[in-house]
């Protein structure tokens, strides 16, 4: 697809990579399309191929989605034409969230049947192959409503999970046991959406001793968890005491919109968050109380998934632009409108530095970053690779 230089009702199209629009002060900027496209395999009802949870493993060699009967799809990333390696039916209704523990060869998986699986993920030792049957390994039962998110804490012989019934649970993988029962919302028992854990940052205020390291627990002294609740507040708990030791303040009740995604990134201090009424808001982690450093909106369409980028090597910039590089930081976000993006989330303020198209007014649920691509999965069933370069 070529496109040569034209201005329509004001819009400059410079070619198929970029557009641009003086007359509103919009200044070039790239349009993604895909590297790779994974189409639906699951047939033409559209509730039964649509996507309702995706992952990407670390090394790219596959991906993984969950749909609305319960049933999970591990397929190769090496031909966007590929059968699936791999089949479960590890729940009894939907499946709210899939991930790749670090190795890629292991996955988790929740539904909303309030429970959690463990899957094997191990690729295909040839080509051609059969698509096979996997049982899972594990099985997690507790929860007294839907789980609706996860996190892998380390190699994964512990993980969390978040659930409706507003309580975040710890998990011995091995024994399949529960650890600990966190309450969210001040112990009030909020409804959790999502959750994002990484390691604590050098300034955290360690404090109190708290309940203390179970000994099932495995690297979990250095770690804190996020979790976007319901009301549209969020909470942080140190994982070492099993506290909560803050949550951000909830707005007055005609004006709540509840936060859907969020996402810490250790590296830079960073916290990102979105929310049903379409708001992003970042955080400096080291000064949480002061409130968000930067927040922006395109539209009132809810935020769907939020994930950090790093633009260094992950850059989304035209080769002829003078800003190329100059952030570093970036958020991929993905939209119930259809319409996800790259923002640069610098100093000088947000600022869309690619657009990720595709998709036919289709909602996009979910956004992962991979090495130097961005993935995403809509509702049309179909998961889209855009490559950085």
């Not at 900027?29 to 895909?34: K, L, N």
């Not at 994002?196 to 390291?213: A, H, K, L, M, Q």
């Not at 609740?229 to 951000?248: C, H, I, N, P, Y």
Request: net charge negative; charged share 20%.
């Amino acid at each position: 697809m070529a496109l040569s230089s034209s201005t329509t009702n004001g819009w400059l199209l410079k070619d198929v990579f970029s557009i641009a629009c003086p007359d509103l002060g919009i200044s070039d900027t790239r349009i993604a399309t895909p590297s790779a496209i994974y189409p639906n395999q699951l047939g033409p009802d559209i509730r039964k191929g649509q996507i309702t949870a995706f992952d990407v493993a670390s090394d790219q060699s596959q991906f993984v989605t969950g749909y609305h009967d319960g049933s999970v799809y591990i397929r190769p990333t090496s031909s966007t034409n590929a059968l699936p390696s791999a089949t479960s039916r590890s729940h009894l209704s939907t499946v709210t969230s899939i991930r790749f523990f670090p190795s890629s060869r292991v996955i988790l998986t929740a539904g909303a049947d309030f429970s959690l699986s463990i899957l094997p993920a191990d690729p295909p030792e040839s080509t051609p192959y059969t698509t096979k049957k996997v049982t899972p390994a594990r099985t997690f039962r507790g929860h007294t409503r839907a789980v609706t998110s996860t996190a892998i804490i380390a190699r994964g012989r512990n993980i969390l999970s978040g659930s409706k019934d507003g309580t975040i649970r710890l998990w011995d993988v091995s024994s399949a046991s529960q650890i600990r029962i966190l309450a969210s919302g001040t112990n009030n028992f909020v409804p959790v959406l999502a959750l994002s854990s990484g390691e604590r940052w050098s300034e955290f205020d360690i404090g109190s001793e708290g309940e203390g390291i179970d000994p099932r627990e495995v690297e979990t002294d250095d770690k804190v968890l996020f979790c976007a609740l319901q009301d549209g507040s969020f909470e942080l708990f140190d994982l070492r005491t099993k506290r909560a030791v803050f949550r951000s303040p909830v707005g007055p009740s005609g004006t709540r919109s509840a936060l859907q995604a969020l996402a810490y990134d250790r590296n830079h201090g960073l916290l990102a968050t979105g929310s049903a009424s379409g708001l992003i808001a970042l955080y400096d982690v080291r000064a949480l109380g002061e409130g968000p450093t930067t927040t922006f909106r395109r539209n009132e369409a809810p935020v769907e998934d939020v994930t950090f980028v790093d633009l260094s090597t992950a850059r989304f910039s035209l080769p002829s632009s003078p800003e190329a590089g100059s952030e570093n930081v970036g958020l991929a976000i993905a939209t119930e409108d259809g319409l996800p993006y790259i923002a640069e989330a610098g100093s000088a303020g947000p600022r869309v530095r690619a657009e990720l198209v595709g998709t036919d007014c289709d909602a996009v649920r979910f956004v992962r970053v991979a090495g130097h691509n961005v993935w995403s999965a809509a509702d049309d069933g179909i998961v889209r690779r855009y490559a950085s370069t």
